[in-house]
């Protein structure tokens, strides 16, 4: 169960969190993730996917999705 979307592979990126002291320690920004219903492959699949992906249309719900109204996915 990795983090990365299943859309555009995005991951987590790696930083520094730094004090006002200015301790130095590892942190890391999680990409925005959510389960979703989508059509892959012409049939319905539970995926993790982006709120990026999720906003530009690039997943299709089964309910709103490309066989009630002809949308294709931008792919
Ligand atoms: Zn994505």
New binding site residues.
């Given amino acids: 169960m990795a983090r990365v ?6 991951g987590p990126r790696f930083g520094n969190k730094i004090s006002h002291a200015h301790n130095v320690t590892k942190r890391r920004w999680n ?1 925005n993730l959510h389960q979703v219903r989508a059509i892959v492959n012409g049939g319905n699949a539970r995926i993790k ?2 709120a ?2 999720i906003r530009s249309g ?1 997943v299709i719900k089964p309910a709103t999705g490309a066989s009630n109204r002809g949308v294709q996915p931008a792919a």
């Fill in positions: 979307c299943e859309i555009c592979g995005k990409v996917v982006c990026d992906c690039k």
